[in-house]
C-alpha cells in the first residue's frame, strides 16, 4: 500500500468546496481546507505509486476550483 499527502492550491473561495468533492473519491483518506500556502491537504492511499498517480490526474485533478497539485508519497526509512 502507497500512501501520500496531496497539497493543494484552490482558487479563492474554493477550499471547502474542493475539500467535500475529493473527500468523496474512492482512495481518499482525509481532505481538510487548511491556511498557508496550500488551500487543501489530501491524504490517499493506492496500492502501487501508478495507481496513486493515475488517482491525482483523473479523479483529483479534475475537481472544479483546483489550480495547482503537489503530490507528497511517504516514506518510511
Same mark, same amino acid.
Given at each position: 500500500?502507497?500512501?501520500?499527502?496531496?497539497?493543494?492550491?484552490?482558487?479563492? !473561495? @474554493? %477550499?471547502?468546496?474542493? #475539500?467535500?468533492? *475529493?473527500? @468523496?473519491?474512492?482512495? =481518499?483518506?482525509? %481532505?481538510?481546507?487548511?491556511? !498557508?500556502?496550500?488551500?487543501?491537504? =489530501?491524504? #490517499?492511499?493506492?496500492?502501487?505509486?501508478?495507481?496513486? !498517480?493515475?488517482?491525482? /490526474? #483523473? @479523479?483529483?485533478?479534475?475537481?472544479? !476550483? *483546483?489550480?495547482?497539485?503537489?503530490?507528497?508519497? /511517504? /516514506?518510511? *526509512?
Amino acid at each position: 500500500m502507497v500512501q501520500a499527502y496531496i497539497l493543494i492550491q484552490t482558487e479563492v !473561495g @474554493k %477550499a471547502s468546496a474542493v #475539500a467535500e468533492v *475529493i473527500s @468523496k473519491i474512492d482512495g =481518499v483518506i482525509q %481532505a481538510e481546507d487548511v491556511t !498557508g500556502p496550500y488551500d487543501v491537504i =489530501v491524504r #490517499a492511499q493506492a496500492d502501487t505509486v501508478d495507481e496513486l !498517480g493515475r488517482m491525482v /490526474v #483523473a @479523479k483529483v485533478q479534475q475537481a472544479e !476550483g *483546483i489550480t495547482r497539485t503537489l503530490t507528497c508519497p /511517504v /516514506v518510511h *526509512i
